[in-house]
Nanobody, 126 residues
């Protein structure tokens, strides 16, 4: 199991940017495929982005494609989510997730990930 701690959330105006970070500890981070999910009030948890264990492959949900970018630094045991051109509908709690994986595949279901962070709140004002 890997422990995940998110940071970087906050309040931002529409059109602004934020970068979320997720620090991992406890297992070999470079063995883990990572991702981000989000959950808005009254809505189901939603896939945002995924990255392979090497960082060589990424996948983004259509709702954030072209605005958000997932990346990772295996030397720092950290995964990032750069969020640009934020919209009020991006308001949600953002969760960092991980699963041990060497396949290079991307997983978009909540059931696919074994490890979850506690979440960080992102609020976008109009």
């Amino acid at each position: 199991q890997v422990q995940l701690v998110e940071s970087g959330g906050g309040l931002v105006q529409a059109g602004g940017s934020l970068r979320l970070s997720c620090a991992a500890s406890g297992r070999t981070f470079s063995n883990y495929a990572m991702g981000w999910f989000r959950q808005a009030p009254g809505k189901e948890r939603e896939f945002v982005a995924a990255i392979s264990q090497s960082g060589g492959s990424t996948y983004h949900a259509d709702s954030v494609k072209g605005r958000f970018t997932i990346s990772r630094d295996n030397a720092k045991n950290t995964v990032y989510l750069q969020m640009n051109s934020l919209k009020p509908e991006d308001t949600a709690v953002y969760y960092c997730v991980g699963r041990p994986d060497y396949s290079g595949q991307h997983y978009i279901g909540t059931y696919a990930y074994s490890d979850w962070g506690q979440g960080t709140q992102v609020t976008v004002s109009s």
